[in-house]
């Protein structure tokens, strides 16, 4: 099954859930995720044109991630406008303002273990197993992204 | 004779009965914990089996793999557990360390939802873990949501 169809059926399965699971504990799930979307988006905008090089798409992965948490957040009922470039929270912004490619390099290293912790701690947090999924895949994305790029870097690829 | 009202109490009783069979109950939570971190278990001393003669980076994720498989075998004990019921790795050798860091990683995602309190706790970090050794080992680069459970 491919992960577009994973993430319809788990869509699918939260709107036809009893509306006995549909109340504080689904909203609860909402608000952990809500600014996850906002953090990805901002490292959509830091990485246009700044991707180290040897690394994957990695503006392309935080796109894919924002667009599965907001099927996430959509099928609870809710919604967020997308954030604009003022709004980048400030591990993005380092990225976005860096001068040289080892400065990027580093910014990008950072901006992944900060992103690792948002979504260890949001992974504690939910409930609902669908959105909890989708949240533990993106935490193992950006687990693995901070460790290439530390690689990269010639850091020890272990150390978060 | 039998009394109408007697009559029903034991067809009652019945159709209660026959809903409380084994088959029918669900998993304990405690249960279920057990059973998801035996998976992750058996899967990481596979990985650790597969680099145990490794040197370097590949090494070091074998040593980081035997510890996660400590740290789980713990976890099961301590919930009264057996660890020595995870399957134990047959074979084995670098060739086959990429595969089965992959399935660590989505054993350990699949696992999350069985996983309360501190043990989700630790369920994230062996996610977190996994995954950066998944990424070196070359088994999930490009893909944006590896430890997808198959």
Not at chain 1, 65 to 74: K, P, S, Y
Not at chain 2, 62 to 90: F, K, M, V
């Amino acid at each position: 099954m491919r992960r577009r169809e994973l993430l319809a059926a788990g869509a699918a399965a939260l709107l036809v859930r009893p509306a006995a699971a549909t109340g504080a504990t689904l909203d609860h799930d909402g608000d952990v995720i809500k600014p996850l979307i906002a953090r990805e988006e901002g490292a959509e905008f830091a990485y246009r044109g700044a991707v180290p090089a040897g690394a994957p798409d990695l503006g392309a992965h935080a796109r894919d991630h924002a667009a599965a948490l907001r099927t996430e957040f959509q099928a609870l009922g809710r919604g967020t406008t997308p954030i604009t470039i003022d709004q980048l929270d400030a591990p993005a912004r380092r990225l976005a303002e860096a001068g040289t490619p080892a400065k990027r390099l580093a910014a990008a290293i950072a901006l992944e273990a900060d992103l690792v912790a948002a979504y260890r701690a949001a992974v504690v947090a939910l409930s609902e197993p669908g959105i909890l999924s989708t949240a533990a895949t993106i935490l193992a994305s950006h687990a693995e992204q901070h460790a290439l790029l530390a690689h990269l870097a010639g850091r020890d690829p272990f150390r978060v | 004779m039998v009394s109408r009202r007697a009559l029903l109490l034991g067809g009652g009783a019945t159709v209660f009965a026959a809903g409380c069979g084994r088959d029918d109950e669900p998993e304990s939570p405690t249960a279920s914990a057990i059973r998801a971190m035996l998976r992750e278990l058996a899967a990481e001393r596979a990985l650790a089996n597969d680099l145990r003669s490794a040197r370097g980076l590949a090494g070091r994720i074998g040593d980081r793999a035997a510890a996660r498989a400590t740290q789980l075998a713990a976890a099961i004990a301590h919930l009264g557990g057996r660890p020595h019921d995870a399957a134990d790795p047959s074979g084995g050798g670098p060739s086959l360390a990429s595969r089965h860091a992959r399935e660590a990683l989505e054993a350990h995602v699949a696992a999350l939802p069985s996983l309360t309190g501190p043990l989700r706790k630790m369920g994230a970090g062996l996610v977190a873990e996994s995954a950066a050794d998944a990424g070196l080992l070359g088994a999930t680069a490009g893909d944006a949501f590896p430890g997808t459970p198959a």
